[in-house]
């Protein structure tokens, strides 16, 4: 009889596990094929919208890119802005200088890692469970959707792809660790979270935070007998306080970015925190216009969101306080959520919550989520969050597509027109002066770095044209003040230069020095007018402020950090009469403007 009963048994358990077997295998094959689908439609996206024309920070790499400027220790650690990122440097110029020179390739890299981080995870959460899910396509929903076109199409965005894999590897080290991590799991956390330091300001917010639990782990697992070795724990607290140690050094010599907006209003912190933590279900969570504003009750979106983001949180403490042999896992998750959360603080005291480009740099939070309620929640209660999850971003995903493809058709058309007068032979100063806005604010940085792209035949730029011989004619001073030591005379900064009538100008050029007690440098206005005009108007005007690498700050390009004088270039290609310049103006500061003077081409360049 118990032989009988044995063998029924027997037979239940190997027909149950045939149907477990078959039913992973096609939910995989299923969640595979969303992977797929979503990786190819990324990549169409890339090659149909994508163009090999730098935009914005991708300017500040050129000459090292070009092999104009040396590539040395001192560059890769100085300041980008607010960054210090040698690793995504170096990376970016690998991809350039030995894949292809092509400012596509990062682009395709930005793919690639999303697509490999979604893999990794569908991979990591089916090992764990014993199983796949058919809501494990959540993953490519988020991490590859075309709602993040603004990153996908911007190759100086592989710093934020890099991080947000470092801390998708780190994720999936937590995920798969059962009681303590092995030796394998900790070398990759590890390196991940020493690395993040290295990536910019974004890694050394995130880094102290997922170096604790290493060194949760390391001291739990050293506390019971045989769980952790001594050379598995070693590894893990030397890993967390390497990256402690590269974060305090991050600051050793740091410069604030002036004029960078700043605030320590608690409610504008948790709001624009809020903000960014919505943001990685891309912009259609909350109806993103192209001009960045939100739906009017995109605080009801926030506010389930964070709801979300808090049972989590309590649930992963639950799970830590009721169940010790998950408490190194639990609290991983915990933390890894501590991490984005401190990110997202950081973020809002001085920046956009809705800014598009964070997409890449908060979906990890989301992924993590939904780890933590395939690991730990309640069958039925866990199944019906990450259903909502996964919902919400099947709801988005054609939303989020829409936006996209906007986004790309207008970058596209603008940089395609760009690379038709380009190759049509319009000269270099008129280039400027019609697509600045697509390419860089600072037009003398795109004027000195053009050449360099041109000497090495990066795609169109082989065909960039000189520009003609300029006559220089100085603009006189309208008022009586002396043009230096503006403080005492000029309490509101600005400066009046112009001429009896108007004259055709195809670009202003400004020569100044400015200092300060407090070093920093200064935010500087240019406008003109015609005689025609009665007021400066807005799209006549433009300002120069310190940005970029931190070495070309006062400067503005690294071709004149030599000069004594900082020069600025204006492409206006426009009748004009009178010219105004604003420096800021202070106390203790000392400012001359050298030299105020119009770039008039030659006869039949003017006419044309």
Known sequence: MNAKVESASTVASSTQAITVA??????????????LAMLTAALTLVSIYGSNVPSWDDWDMVPTVTGHQPVTLEWLWAQHNEHRAPVPRLLYLGLMRFVRPDFRTGMYFNVIVAAGLALALILSIRRMRGYASYLDAFFPLVLLNWGQATDLLWCCELQFYLSMLLVGIVLVAITRTISVPSLPLVLSAGICTTLLPLCGANGVVLAPVLALWLIYAA????????????????????????????????????????????????????????QFLTIAFGPAIVGLSADGLPMPLWKCVAG?????????????MVIWHKKPAERVRSAGLLLLLAAMTSLALALGMGREGFEVRYVALSVPALCAIYMAWST????????????LLVGAALLLLWPNTLWGLDYAFNLKSRLAAFETDLQSGMPRHQLIQRYARNLHPHHILIMDYLPMLREREI??????????????????????????DFSKGKPDGWFTFGLPDDIYAAGIRVRYTYSNTRGTDPYVVVQWKSSQETAFAQNSSTKYS?????????????????????????????????????LPPGRRVRAKIHEVALLVPAEADARR
Not at 22 to 35: H, K, N, P, T, Y
Not at 240 to 250: G, N, P, Q
Not at 304 to 316: D, G, K, N, P, Q
Not at 466 to 471: I, R, S
């Open 22 to 35: 078959r039913r992973d295998q096609g939910e995989f094959r299923f969640v595979l094929i969303v992977w």
């Open 219 to 274: 001291t739990r697992g050293t506390l019971q007998r045989n769980a952790m070795g001594r050379g598995t724990a070693i590894v893990a607290i030397g890993c967390a306080l390497s990256a402690i140690a590269l974060c305090a050094l991050y600051f050793v010599g740091y410069e604030k970015v002036p004029y960078h907006p700043w605030t320590h209003e608690p409610q504008s912190i948790i709001q624009t925190a809020t």
């Open 304 to 316: 389930a969101v964070v709801t979300i983001f808090a049972l989590t949180a309590w649930m992963l």
């Open 376 to 387: 730990y929640g309640y069958p039925r209660f866990g199944w019906l969050v990450r259903t």
């Open 459 to 484: 795609g169109s730029f082989r065909y960039l044209r000189d520009d003609p011989q300029f006559h220089e004619i100085p603009l006189p001073l309208l008022e009586g003040e002396a043009l230096d």
């Open 546 to 582: 310190p940005t970029g690498d931190r070495a070309n700050w006062q400067r503005g390009t690294w071709l004149r950090l030599a000069d004594d004088v900082t020069t600025l270039h204006i492409w206006i290609c426009r009748p004009l009469r009178t010219v105004r310049v604003w």
